[in-house]
């Protein structure tokens, strides 16, 4: 476990963190996500001890290493860029923890290829950084270290030098890992899909505030505020609130039919609209629209099979419909 109590961080009169407090469980894999500037970097490298707060504290099983250097606080740290040492051979790079802390060279010999299999680089023991793929590279980071074996893992979007196809195959193994060594593990991610496909628990941060954490479902069901339902997934604007454009129920209507433009009662948001877009994305279609009363614009997802049936095209006339769900008890939080 690791807690954070808090902890506020300045760099000259700009305050990066501001009384931030947070648990993250042993075991876990905990994604700090949020937008660039938010302090997910300035909160991993305090709790790494590259940075010192200027008040709070931090645990970690316990112990308070809010004073303890950073080589001393038994952590594993990954970068977005690893610096590998380029003459050194990935069996030595690998090693070089273990090298310092006057391990035997059979103890590092048989840890180094140990890991190397774990990590999906067997057999490529006596290559340099040079001749590594960026993904095989970034391995190699985790690698190197897991090697001391640390109690937590900080990892500051370590994936995020990469190409799109290769950072989701490394997100999907780097779960697969975590479930083999459950090492307490920070990811530090500006990517929701990332977090959401990864972690385990989802801390977001908004102005050096935490704004919310839990279990990725919870964050996405029962969003804290309207930062946190616009950060983890789509949003549309459907008169007075805030919903995801899933839940937005479409009914064709005629275009002369007398009825009120919109209707926010306390069960549901009901606002008349025209279709102004129809896109099919594979199994899914979305449907831009335009309030009449309002002319502003919001977007529905529907199954394929559910827009044929309504067959809409662009004119159409439609009375869009969100229920406002009883066991969202924060939904008036998202009403603008
Ligand atoms: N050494 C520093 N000196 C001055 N300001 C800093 C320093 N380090 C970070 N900051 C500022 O603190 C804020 C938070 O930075 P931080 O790197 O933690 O954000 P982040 O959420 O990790 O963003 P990104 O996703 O862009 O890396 C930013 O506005 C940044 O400019």
Not at 112 to 125: A, C, I, R, T
Not at 155 to 162: H, K, S, T
Request: hydrophobic share 45%.
């Amino acid at each position: 476990m690791i807690t954070v109590t808090n902890a506020v961080k300045d760099f000259g009169d700009f305050r990066a963190l501001d009384g931030v407090s947070l648990d993250v469980p042993a075991g876990s894999l905990t994604a700090l996500l949020g937008p660039s500037g938010s302090g997910k970097s300035t909160l991993l490298r305090a709790i790494a001890g590259l940075e010192l707060l200027d008040s709070g504290t931090i645990e970690i099983e316990g112990l308070d290493v809010t004073d303890v250097p950073p080589q001393r606080r038994g952590i594993g740290f990954v970068f977005q860029h690893y610096a590998a040492f380029r003459h050194m051979t990935v069996r030595d790079n690998v090693g070089f923890g273990l090298k310092i802390r006057k391990e035997s060279k059979s103890v590092i010999r048989s840890r180094v290829d140990e890991l190397l299999d774990l990590v999906g680089l067997g057999g490529l023991q006596d290559r340099y950084p040079a001749q590594l793929s960026g993904g095989q590279r970034q391995r190699m980071a985790l690698a190197r270290a897991l090697a001391i074996q640390p109690q937590v893992m900080l990892l500051d979007e370590p994936f995020g030098a990469l190409d799109a196809k290769v950072r989701a195959e490394l997100r999907e193994w780097l779960r697969r890992l975590h479930d083999e060594v459950h090492v307490t593990t920070i990811l530090v991610t500006h990517d929701q899909e990332e977090a959401l496909d990864v972690a385990d628990h989802i801390a977001v941060l908004n102005q050096g505030r935490l704004e919310q954490v839990g279990e990725p479902t919870d964050l996405y069901d029962h969003p804290a505020n309207a930062f946190v339902m616009g950060f983890l997934g789509s949003v549309s604007r459907l008169g007075n609130a805030l919903v995801r454009p899933q839940h937005i129920h479409l009914r064709r209507i005629d275009e002369g039919v007398a009825l009120a433009h919109t209707d926010w009662s306390a069960d549901a948001v009901t606002e008349r609209a025209i279709v102004e877009r129809v896109t099919h994305l594979g199994f899914e279609t979305r449907i831009e629209l335009a309030s009449i009363g309002t002319g502003e614009g919001f977007t529905v997802a529907l199954t394929r099979a559910d827009a044929n049936v309504l067959g809409l095209s662009v004119g159409d006339h439609v009375l869009a419909t969100a229920d406002r769900d009883p066991s969202t008890a924060s939904f008036d939080d998202y009403v603008i």
